[in-house]
């Protein structure tokens, strides 16, 4: 079941997909929650920061870390609206990132669930539980959009 809040900041992460999209990258964005507060937030950069990192989670995760001004950011929730690639899920688990949650799935590159799942390694030393589909629909439409008018 999907709670009110998760809603409200994954419509927070739309937000920052629909800046993305704006900018000319893959409209993807990402909110980083601690305490019920947004520490951080990001979107698909990669191209204007010629970047290959920049994607919104991480530049999530960055502005997070530099604002509670600690790597690890426990007990925190990711909301972005693309299901992360493995890199992404990497940094989430290095960052002790208690939870995130995903709007649409990702069958090409995602690894919380469509590709694989990084989070359900049980030998890695940290878990983080994922949930998926939160706006799927609202989410896939921001992607499918974009994709339709570069094929213009």
């Known amino acids: 079941m999907v709670s009110i809040q998760d809603e409200a900041f ?7 997909a629909r800046l993305a999209g704006a900018q000319g990258e893959v409209p993807v964005g990402a909110i980083l929650v601690h305490q019920e507060q947004v520490i951080g937030r990001g979107f698909n950069q990669p191209i204007t920061l010629h970047d290959p990192s920049a994607h919104a989670e991480m530049v999530a995760i960055r502005e997070a870390a530099k ?18 690639c493995a890199m992404c899920c990497g ?9 995130v949650v995903f709007g649409a799935a990702d069958p090409k590159t ?10 359900s390694i049980k030998q890695i030393n ?3 539980e994922v949930q998926g589909g ?3 629909e609202e989410c896939g439409e921001l992607l499918r959009e974009f994709f339709r008018q570069r094929r213009i």
């Open 10 to 16: 994954m419509r927070l992460a739309i937000e920052q």
């Open 67 to 84: 604002s509670l001004e600690n790597y690890r950011l426990p007990d925190s929730t990711l909301y972005v609206t693309l299901e992360p």
């Open 91 to 99: 940094a989430m688990l290095h960052a002790r990132v208690k939870r």
């Open 110 to 119: 995602g690894m919380a669930g469509s590709v694989g799942n990084v989070f």
């Open 126 to 128: 940290h878990q983080t």
């Open 134 to 136: 939160v706006l799927a």
